[in-house]
């Protein structure tokens, strides 16, 4: 049998019919940048995610820059070390330095050690929902209110996941989502939002996206361009009202999963909280390289989120972090594995990964 994250075919055939109208009205009305389509995604985005506003922007990376940017983030920024490329890139791109700050066994940033980390030239928290696990945003936010710094969620993995009945991206300044593809609310392309309950914030980033022009061909500030397209905004209107069902069967998939693994010796499986989403299902094991080749032999997919952390990556090494300094986030990236969860993922698909596991093991 194989099996592969396959989530994107199977996702298509489903809602063909709804997808392809919806794609046929926006070519018809000829209005392809921004525009009424995208008016009404950010609206219904908006209303999902308790907030009072939602940019769309062309991707997830941008929606972290364009918050940087939006707040007038030029200092330190504290982050986490194992998160995707984008979170530290984007802290460069918008002129700050990124400070990192290891992590805890949810493999999200450990907000006990944030404060040690905080200097004079600290600005920004940018805290990484990772695979859709919640970071504790209450101690966050204390310590941010504390010290008077901005708060920026990195929670591209983790659109629909909650902390204390609030949806992730409504805690801080601003929120920040990635629709890749692979993403649970994701489009045909890149494309990305930024959540806020600031009034003034979400003008200031409407006016960046649009190389910062307000009105047209008139600049008092330098921006980018950065819009969500209407062909994206149209597809991402009918995938939203299928999020929840999709992220139930998710959390049911991930479910079985973990009863199956939980009491395997050598494997963990991934800590669960009330709220939590999977936009990855985790595994950590010592042996994981051996068990990718394993189960690869065997036609299933898997793959390493993320092989090395960023503090080590070559083009940081300027920053003079060393191998050592965060030795959990190193740890996570020698051991974690992700396996295949998705929605419409059958019993038996998931069956025959386990069995192939429990081989291994």
């Known amino acids: 049998m194989k099996v592969e994250f396959i989530e994107l075919k199977r996702q298509h055939q489903l809602i063909k019919k709804e997808i392809n109208t919806a794609i046929q009205n926006v070519l018809d009305s000829g209005n392809f940048i921004l525009g ?46 194992f998160s995707f490329f984008a979170t530290a890139g984007a802290i460069f791109r918008a002129g700050a330095r990124p400070v990192f700050v290891d992590i805890g066994e949810d493999y999200n940033i450990n907000p006990d050690k944030i404060e040690r980390a905080i200097t004079k030239k600290t600005e920004a928290i940018i805290p990484v929902h990772l695979y859709g696990m919640p970071c504790n945003m209450q101690k966050i936010m204390e310590i941010a209110k504390k010290h008077n710094l901005k708060v920026i969620e990195d929670a591209a993995q983790a659109l629909g996941t909650e902390f204390n009945g609030k949806k992730m991206g409504s805690f ?14 994701g489009c045909f392309g890149d494309g990305g939002a930024i959540l806020t309950n600031n009034d003034g914030l979400a003008e200031k980033i409407r006016t960046l996206r649009v190389h910062g022009a307000k009105p047209k061909y008139f600049h008092k500030i330098i921006g980018i361009n950065s819009r969500l397209d209407a062909l ?22 991930a479910e079985f999963y973990n009863s199956s693994l939980r009491n395997l010796k ?24 051996e068990l990718k080749e394993y189960l690869t032999k065997n036609e299933i997919g898997s793959e390493i989120y993320y092989p090395l952390p960023l503090h080590l990556q070559e083009c940081y090494s300027f920053l003079g972090y060393k191998k050592g300094d965060f030795p959990e986030a190193e740890k996570a990236c020698q051991e ?9 993922i059958t019993k038996e698909e998931q069956e025959y990964v386990v069995s192939k596991i429990k081989e291994f093991v």
């Open 36 to 81: 009424e389509e995208v008016k009404r995604f950010e609206e219904e985005l908006a209303g999902y995610c308790g907030v009072k506003y939602a940019v769309g922007v062309a991707s997830g990376s941008d929606a972290l820059f364009l918050s940087l940017k939006a707040l007038d983030v030029k200092g330190e920024v504290i982050t986490t070390p």
């Open 172 to 185: 801080g300044d601003t929120g920040c989502l990635s629709f890749f593809p692979t993403k649970n609310l």
């Open 232 to 253: 994206q905004a149209a597809v991402l209107r009918v995938k939203l009202c299928f999020l929840e069902k999709w992220n139930k069967q998710r959390k049911e998939a």
């Open 266 to 289: 050598n494997i963990s499986c991934p800590v669960y909280v009330d709220g939590r989403t999977y936009n990855l299902y985790t595994i950590r094991t010592k042996n994981r390289d």
């Open 336 to 344: 974690v594995l992700s396996i295949p969860l998705f929605p419409g």
